[in-house]
């Protein structure tokens, strides 16, 4: 078997990524006939030491400046391609990825005012220019993610606690990035029904199964 596919999915909290990452590992799981074993993973996270800085980097008690937060997620990314996300790939396999390096460029590059250029330059360092065979996009309206991040039962998270405009500039930033690789990123209304939501992301990724 040749190499496997890489397939992440991005926006801004409450969009319903790990809900939409769950139920195409279901659908692809139970279809069958995609050629490739298939694994689900999320960043920041996946081996155990970027599951600490999972951790870290969420921890509300925390005031951490905006560049250690570029580079501790960067670290987190690249001690998951190298422990899991590589090996797994040149095995052949379908990775579905809950965030990647796009979450990086539209939080901490226009977010956090960093600049995109420079958070994707460390980041295609720490990746070792790792992409995406696929990104879905799920564009929702900050407000209503929002509205739906303070539904959860959960403790909201340092990056949740922030203010609207910081996640209007995020979904801003995703809008461009989807703009400037249309091939890649496919953006997906993230506002309509559940089983629309995984209609719409089962054909964008279609070609690739």
Do not use: H
């Amino acid at each position: 078997m040749g190499r496997g596919k890489l397939i992440t999915i991005e926006g801004i909290d409450g969009a319903g990524k790990s809900t939409l990452a769950y139920e195409l590992l279901c659908e692809i799981t139970a279809r069958g006939g995609s050629g490739y074993p298939v694994r689900l993973l999320r960043e920041p996270g996946g081996v155990e030491v970027s599951e600490r800085i999972r951790t870290l980097v969420k921890d509300p008690s925390l005031a951490v400046t905006p560049r250690a937060e570029a580079l501790l997620y960067a670290a987190s990314r690249a001690q998951l391609v190298q422990e899991l996300l590589a090996p797994l790939l040149s095995e052949g396999t379908l990775v579905l990825l809950d965030r990647f390096v796009d979450s990086s460029l539209a939080y901490q590059g226009a977010g956090r005012e960093l600049g995109v250029d420079d958070v994707r330059a460390i980041n295609r360092f720490a990746t070792g220019g790792l992409a995406p065979d696929r990104t879905l996009l799920l564009r929702i309206d900050p407000t209503l993610g929002r509205a739906r991040a303070r539904e959860r039962t959960l403790e909201p998270d340092r990056l949740e606690r922030e203010g609207e405009r910081f996640f209007a500039v995020i979904a801003a930033a995703y809008d461009e990035l989807a703009r400037e690789e249309p091939a890649r990123i496919r953006p997906i209304d993230a506002g309509q029904a559940p089983a629309d939501v995984l209609r719409d992301a089962r054909a964008a990724i279609e070609d690739l199964l």
